[in-house]
């Protein structure tokens, strides 16, 4: 308030300065009274001015903090549901893990028994062929004291057969059926990965964003503060003023009050008059008025009725030409029907395919994946990637973050998806390349591919953009 006090005595100083100046080359005689009263006047009206010019700041600051805090509510509601999404696919991952884990104990278990049984087979083989015995194939046949003896030593033997084969074989399925649960599992496995990496991006951002609104919403609440505690100190300084005013008004009542009263009739006189001049002038200024009305008005009915002449002299001349040009103006009057209600359509639908994007969004494939980059060569992500691959063909307003993607383009549904649709994902947005692949900026660790297919995750919208969007 001290600061304030002394920068406004500097303006009292001034302003009662300039009054006094002016006075003074007009000839005009000047009171203290009168100065101390335009003094305080002047300085009232420079303090309102600046309490209005502090509002109007306050009520910026507001408005600014009002959507800070609106960006704040929206970014930390997307932030927990991420978390959420997250948490959820943490506890898949480490389910698939706890799978895999079993999966390989199983294949390590089914490899050891066909193992073992191969080697138990080849080792009764051996005996067999190898060794004097009753169960062997020379004293099958050797020893033998009749047909009949000899034919069931050879059933029996190529039953063992048999048996070991049927055994090798179930060994074999085994362990190739267990192998194949192994390999989807693994392939589960990097998809759940490949999300986590982008929820983790996501997350990141997320924090990034909510950080830097804190710190806006902080130094709102400053400048608020001091706004505010601004806004009261020339408030009080306008009361002081208005204190003072009133003092030297109620001083100058009573000074002046006899001679109002003396001056009374001839206040009146002059008023009089002053009303007979106002109403001597309204009239004038009435007549003229009435004057440049008429004069208007006439001029506008000479140019109604010349108007009106050359129309007439344009529909003859139109007549004598209609004979010649019907034909053509009915022509000319068909296609500006055609053209008046049609909505908007790719200026060039017959060059743009889906296959052409496809085509272009290739060559890029085994380039880096970079979160947050703008470079098909140098690396980008999910969202770049495709905002960059249909920016090259010209589309407008096409989206930087996955989830937008949901509402750009129409709606197609799975069965008629084709070359070049959008598909979105949880956390993710790739280009369909068709024969149930797609083209994208996977992860940090594959970079730009173009072999998965497109279940591998689940699919949360499919959106065309050719035929649908605008174009340069």
């Known amino acids: 308030m001290k600061l304030f006090d002394k920068k406004k005595s500097v303006q009292l100083y001034q302003a009662t300065a300039t009054v006094l100046v002016f006075a003074l080359l007009l000839g005009v005689p000047v009171t203290s009274g009168e100065l101390f009263y335009a003094t305080l006047e002047d300085n009232k009206n420079q303090a309102e001015s600046e309490l209005e010019g502090v509002n109007s700041e306050i009520e910026g600051i507001l408005g600014g903090q009002e959507q800070t805090q609106v960006e704040l509510s929206e970014t930390a509601e997307l932030l927990s549901e991420l978390l959420a999404e997250k948490a959820i696919l943490e506890k898949d991952i480490v389910e698939t893990q706890l799978e895999i884990d079993i999966t390989n104990l199983a294949l390590d278990d089914a490899k050891l028994k066909e193992k073992q049984g191969h080697e138990a087979m ?97 130094s709102y609440e400053t400048q608020l503060a001091a706004a505010e505690a601004r806004a009261v100190e020339i408030a009080e300084y306008i009361e002081e003023q208005n204190r003072l005013i009133r003092e030297e008004e109620e001083r100058k009542r009573k000074e002046e009050e006899e001679r109002k009263r003396k001056e009374e009739e001839e206040r009146k006189r002059k008023e009089e008059e002053e009303r007979k001049k106002k ?165 940090s660790r594959n970079g730009i591919t173009c072999t998965r297919s497109v279940t591998s995750g689940t699919i949360t919208a499919i959106r065309r953009v050719i035929g649908y969007e605008e174009r340069n």
């Open 279 to 443: 109403e001597e002038e309204e009239r004038r200024k009435k007549e003229e008025e009435e004057r440049k009305k008429k004069e208007e008005e006439e001029r506008k009915k000479k140019e109604e009725e010349e108007k009106k002449r050359q129309e007439e002299e344009e529909k003859k001349k139109q007549e004598e030409e209609a004979g010649k040009n019907s034909e053509a103006e009915k022509d000319t009057e068909n296609e500006k029907e055609s053209e008046s209600g049609s909505e908007y359509v790719d200026p060039n639908p017959d060059v743009l395919t889906g296959e052409d994007v496809v085509a272009y969004a290739l060559q890029f494939v085994g380039n880096p994946y970079k979160w947050g980059g703008n470079s098909l060569t140098e690396g980008c992500d999910c969202s770049g990637f495709v905002n960059l691959i249909y920016k090259h063909f010209g589309f407008k307003g096409v989206p930087r973050q996955s989830q937008k993607f949901k509402t750009y383009g129409v709606a197609v549904k799975y069965s008629e998806i084709q070359p070049g649709d959008i598909v979105v994902y949880p956390g993710h947005v790739a280009i369909y390349m068709g024969n149930g692949l797609i083209v994208e900026a996977q992860n």
């Open 122 to 218: 080849i080792a009764r083989i051996q005996y067999m062929y190898q060794n004097s015995n009753k169960y062997s194939i020379w004293d099958a046949i050797l020893d033998s004291d009749s047909l009949i003896e000899f034919l069931n030593r050879m059933e029996f033997i190529a039953q063992i057969h048999k048996t070991d084969r049927e055994l090798m074989a179930e060994y074999t399925a085994t362990v190739e059926k267990v192998q194949k649960l192994a390999d989807n599992l693994d392939a589960k496995m990097d998809n759940l990965l490949t999300m986590q990496e982008n929820y983790e991006h996501q997350q990141e951002y997320l924090e990034v964003v909510m950080a830097e609104l804190k710190t806006d919403m902080e």
